[in-house]
């Protein structure tokens, strides 16, 4: 599978540059160019890229700016022609910073840096996505996205996933700081359930992979708003 790579930059020749270099590696592929962050912006919108290369001085928007406005940005190299932007640039988590004008070495340098931190992105992605509990006198392995729910039963904590329950000596509390926030939701002060596994709400109740689970009152608004947000289909 080939790296997406975008380019915004409101210089066309060095647009033309950059979008050589993509065509020449055979392992990149140029989605587009834009010569406007602000059309850029709307173009990340509907799609997603692994590479951005991004000018700083644009008349629109800056780069800098552009970046903070991205919730969740690709890998980001800076090309500019103004060598002073660097340390901002770095405090952003840009890979690289590619002094205008560069060469295809040089852009390679960058790209090389890009997939290094892919590689090691991978890496703790496969690392973190389960956790070791003590369960009948074994450490056993369960992986994360196939817990569906957890329960505290009094000393114990029930880990629920979708082919078996594991009882372990720990608190919720801490089962709950070694979870993604992202993934997992507390519903009540003796429950944390998994998003992905959310069949229905009902009321103060919710249904978890099959299991009816009692919603705290107290955390009814904020759970439903968390699982829900604003992705109700109502009749106008």
Partial sequence: MKTKCLVVDDEPLARKGLEEFIEQT????????????????????????????????????????????LANPPQVLFTTAHREFALEGFELNVVDFLLKPFSYSRF?????KTRIISDLSRQNEAR???????????????????????????????????????????????????????????????YLVAYKHI????????????NQINMSRALREHVYQAIIGSKLIERP
């Fill in 26 to 69: 055979p392992f990149l592929e140029h989605t587009g160019s834009f010569s406007s962050a602000i059309s850029a912006l709307e173009f990340l919108k509907q799609h997603t890229i692994d590479i951005l290369f991004l000018d700083i001085q644009m008349p629109d928007m800056t780069g800098i700016e552009f970046m903070k406005a």
């Fill in 108 to 112: 390679l340098r960058g790209i090389q």
């Fill in 128 to 190: 973190e996505n389960h956790i070791f509990i003590k369960c009948d006198g074994m450490i056993v392995k369960v992986f994360i996205d196939a817990i569906t729910f957890i329960e505290t039963a009094k000393d114990y904590v029930k880990i629920h996933t979708v082919d078996d329950t594991y009882l372990t000596l720990v608190s919720l509390k801490q089962i709950e700081k070694e979870l993604p926030k992202e993934k997992f939701i507390r519903v009540h002060r003796y």
């Fill in 199 to 210: 069949d229905k709400l009902e009321g103060n109740r919710i249904y978890v992979a099959g």
